[in-house]
């Protein structure tokens, strides 16, 4: 069956970590879409141009250590706001959607964008001091020195981007089903979300 499980939301809400568990669940295929706008930053500031850079994107370039990176962060929400980066990555995901078997993707222009007809759309979110938590815990995990008010603050800047860029925005399909997580554990969540996909199901 070819299902498509959609998922948007902001930076360090659970979308990744959803879709993973959703993916395994289901036995479907997962694409972590951030990866890609992460990687061509990465080459971005390696000194490619970014537009060259996501045309000529290659499947190891998904694969770099330091892809979650403050810097790399950074990078990859400033080249999502090229409309011909998002353009040259498109047909990756849309092709990457409909394949056999079924397939979760989680960006942020998922469900609006990339697969309009998707069967189940989620948008996932959480508080900005929780997210702010969660993605500070994470970094420090990776062995990154950074404070709690630097990740808050680079989640401030990376919003009003996606939120505010003309291609794309950031904003939930009409037909979302918005899940905040901002009060729940890891599990329920994802229990959460199988419920939804669940119900979706014909």
Not at 75 to 80: I, R, Y
């Amino acid at each position: 069956m070819a299902l498509t499980i959609a998922i948007d939301g902001p930076a360090a809400a659970g979308k990744g970590t959803i879709g993973r568990a959703l993916a395994a669940h289901f036995g479907f295929a997962h694409l972590d879409t951030g990866l890609l706008y992460r990687a061509t930053g990465r080459r971005m500031l390696a000194g490619l141009d970014p537009v060259e850079a996501a045309r000529s994107l290659r499947a190891e370039d998904l694969e770099a250590d330091d892809l979650r990176s403050p810097e790399v962060s950074q990078a990859a929400s400033h080249v999502a706001a090229i409309p011909e980066v998002r353009q040259a990555l498109m047909d990756f995901q849309r092709a990457f959607a409909r394949r056999a078997g079924g397939a979760v993707l989680d960006g942020r222009d998922i469900g609006t964008v990339i697969c309009p007809e998707a069967e189940v759309k989620l948008f996932v979110t959480a508080s900005d001091a929780e997210r702010a938590r969660r993605r500070h815990l994470e970094l420090i995990r990776s062995n990154h020195d950074v404070t709690l008010e630097e990740v808050a603050e680079d989640l401030r800047q990376r919003d009003a981007r996606d939120c505010a860029r003309a291609t794309a925005p950031l904003k939930p399909a009409a037909d979302a089903y918005r899940l905040d997580t901002s009060s729940m554990t890891i599990e329920e969540a994802i229990a959460k979300a199988i419920e939804i996909v669940a119900a979706a199901q014909p």
